[in-house]
């Protein structure tokens, strides 16, 4: 079905590897089309309860927007290149209200940076690398960079990243919360998956408040404490509740349905 992303379904976890290991995993036209189809996906199946994002091959996450594609453009044409990849992709995966985290297996630069903040947390092999290196081709970040960065690792870590175009490694990416983990590579995967698992076992509906919850602290037109006495409330017709709330006192595990 899709021609530069491969993508598997998993006890609920939907996979989304990024296929152009040649090109390092670049995100040309035809990438940035899938990711949104898959996106979709995650958005509209039932059987998909999160998702992981990765690249193919040892060597890369993802290298960046692809720089062939930048030849041809002017200040509009750019301009619309950013709109059109945040509406489509970055935004959509930071709203998708069923988790996307990305494993991160090697080069996350650009917009492959910019892929992975936009996922909901990260997990890193040792061999990941992150840079915003746009400033080496008289660019800036486009797809949400320059406001993810800055919101994840604070205003200085994320403008030094920017300005100077430096790749800072899993350590350092640790250090600076863009990861919530470094495992080795051939363990990467599998750690994906156990953290998703543990979230997959969790009452659906509230995890997916709890994201519309944290991204409200970086919406200046919401009042995020006002969004999660609303979203709190929500949480009380559900189901889930009911199902939670009995089953601590019945001392047994909960089984959720996401309604
Ligand atoms: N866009 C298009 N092609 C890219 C790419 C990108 N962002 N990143 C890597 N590639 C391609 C290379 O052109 C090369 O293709 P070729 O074999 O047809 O020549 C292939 O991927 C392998 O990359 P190469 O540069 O040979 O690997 P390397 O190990 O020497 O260097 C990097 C790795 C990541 C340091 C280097 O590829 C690089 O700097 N990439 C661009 C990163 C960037 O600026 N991203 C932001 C874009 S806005």
Redesign the pocket.
């Known amino acids: 079905m899709y021609s530069t992303i491969l993508t598997e379904l998993d006890n609920g976890i939907f996979s989304i590897i990024i296929n152009r290991p040649?090109?390092?995993n670049?995100?040309?036209k035809t990438v940035m089309e899938e990711l949104s189809l898959a996106i979709d996906e995650i958005y509209n199946n039932d059987e998909i309860k999160s998702a992981l994002v990765t690249g193919a091959g040892a060597?890369?996450f993802v290298?960046?927007?692809?720089?062939?594609?930048?030849i041809a453009l002017d200040a509009g044409a750019g301009a619309a290149f950013a709109q059109m990849g945040q509406d489509r992709v970055f935004t959509r995966i930071e709203h998708s209200p069923k988790p996307i985290i990305a494993a991160v297996n090697g080069?996350a630069?650009?917009?492959?940076c910019e892929l992975a903040i936009a996922c909901h947390f990260r997990i890193g092999s040792t061999a990941a690398k992150f840079?915003?290196?746009?400033v080496?081709?008289g660019?800036i970040?486009?797809y949400g960079g320059t406001q993810r960065l800055t919101q994840l690792i604070g205003k200085g870590r994320a403008l030094e990243m920017m300005m100077s175009?430096i790749?800072i490694d899993a350590a350092t990416a640790l250090s600076y919360g863009l990861v919530n983990y470094v495992v080795a590579p051939e363990e990467l995967i599998a750690k994906a998956k156990v953290v998703l698992a543990l979230i997959n076992s969790k009452a659906p509906l509230a995890v997916a408040k709890c994201i519309t919850c944290a991204n409200a602290v970086f919406d200046e037109k919401a009042d995020g404490f006002a969004v999660e006495i609303e979203a709190f409330g929500s949480c009380f017709a559900t189901d889930d509740k009911v199902e939670g709330t009995t089953a601590f006192i019945e001392k047994r595990k909960p089984v959720f349905t996401g309604k």
């Open positions: 040649d090109k390092l670049a995100l040309n060597k890369s290298a960046g927007a692809d720089i062939n594609e930048f080069f630069l650009g917009g492959g840079g915003q290196p746009e080496n081709l660019l970040p486009g175009g790749m």
